[in-house]
């Protein structure tokens, strides 16, 4: 979940509709977003002079399974904000297109079209947005630390970013009984793991996963169990988890 505010403007929808519906991250490092015409961080970035306006998005992670404590992390990017214009447009669409192959549905049609059909207070209904990212920082399970620019703008998507939900959901469903028996690896942790009645898995990149156990009173601890090195896709994914469920049959 993605919001953008411009600090000293009030966006007054409550509904969270006015947020970015689609984000991406061009080849420089700046953050494009396909935003309602008609919210507040479009209104001001139309009218704003010589490219001084400042904008924070914020980005909250939520685990796409059922546990106590839902949110992973949070990150913030704060930069200046401006219309993406003439000729930069087509080039952004296709950026934001390849990011979200169901871009038409979201806009990104309109926002391309010569006389964008007209929203809410007659404003255009879609807006394309550029934010140059000034500084940034994250809070997650790993802990909290700033972002400089130059980091964001080389950092590479995880290979694994656009399977996580699905993979997190079918380990749940299907390898729940082997999830839990990860406990085995952790060694001195693993007896007061055994107490744990719920083991949910509540993260996965290319170095590991990450297991929340939990009790009837909903007392919980995070786990993180690494893979022998970092995997590149979902093939390669199978193969550590079979070299992790069976490492913890075997203890």
């Known amino acids: 979940m993605a ?22 991250v061009t080849p ?16 001001a970035a139309a009218h704003a002079q010589d490219d001084d306006l400042t904008a924070v998005m914020e980005i909250t992670d939520v685990a796409p399974v059922s546990v106590p404590h839902r949110i992973r992390g949070r990150a913030w990017v704060a930069g200046w904000l401006t219309p993406v214009r ?29 006389d ?15 934010l140059e990212v000034g500084e940034g920082a994250v809070d997650d399970l790993w802990g909290a630390e700033p972002i400089e620019p130059d980091d964001f ?37 693993g007896e007061v793991c055994g107490l744990r009645d719920r083991a949910v898995p509540v993260g996965l990149d290319r170095f590991g996963l990450r297991v929340r156990f939990t009790d009837d009173e909903q007392r919980s601890f ?6 022998p090195e970092p995997v590149r896709d979902v093939a ?16």
């Not at 964008?116 to 550029?130: C, D, I, N, V």
């Not at 390669?236 to 203890?251: G, I, Y």
Request: with cysteine; aromatic share 2%; net charge negative.
């Open 28 to 43: 420089d490092g700046d953050v494009l977003l396909l935003v309602p015409g008609d919210c507040a961080a479009a209104r």
């Open 86 to 114: 003439n000729e930069q447009r087509a080039e952004a669409a296709m950026l934001l297109a390849e990011r979200h192959p169901v871009g038409e549905l979201l806009g990104i049609g309109e926002a391309l079209h010569p």
């Open 236 to 251: 390669e994914l199978r193969r550590a988890m079979h070299v992790l469920f069976e490492a913890a049959a075997t203890e």
């Open 153 to 189: 703008a080389h950092a590479a998507p995880d290979p694994l970013i656009a399977h996580e939900a699905e993979l997190l959901q079918h380990l749940h469903a299907a390898h729940s009984e082997q999830v839990r028996g990860l406990c085995a690896l952790l060694g001195d942790r």
């Open 222 to 227: 995070d786990a993180r169990f690494d893979f």
């Open 116 to 130: 964008p059909a007209a929203g809410m207070h007659g404003r255009t209904a879609w807006m394309m947005l550029r």
């Open 3 to 24: 919001s953008l505010n411009v600090p000293g403007v009030e966006d007054p929808d409550e509904t969270g509709l006015s947020a970015p519906v689609c984000r991406t």
